[in-house]
């Protein structure tokens, strides 16, 4: 999971990068925004807190494995409402 959560890390700085150091592109479209943040922002805060709990799951295995499945559910849809805003913005 902390892998995982490293390598969306390099993915998210590189297409910033890419953002504010290429040629600009037209303005962003508001609602792919809207969705991709509805999906973003629980998914870093349910991220947060499973890495700040992992070592409680060896006590509740279970409860970290239902939250680790809900929170990779939320990980593709952020991926993928990403690459549908980043489709809609350049």
């Given at each position: 999971m902390t892998l995982c959560f490293a390598l969306f890390l390099?993915?998210?700085a590189a297409f910033e990068a890419q953002v504010y150091l290429g040629e600009p592109g037209p303005p962003l479209a508001?609602?792919?925004l809207?969705?991709?943040l509805c999906f973003a922002v629980p998914t870093l805060l349910l991220w947060i807190y499973q890495v700040a709990?992992?070592?409680?799951?060896?006590?509740?295995?279970?409860?970290h494995r239902t939250r680790g499945r809900a929170l990779m559910g939320l990980l593709l849809a952020t991926v993928a409402t990403g690459a549908w805003l980043y489709l809609a913005s350049f």
């Open positions: 390099v993915a998210v508001t609602a792919p809207v969705i991709h709990t992992a070592k409680r799951a060896l006590t509740e295995p279970a409860r």
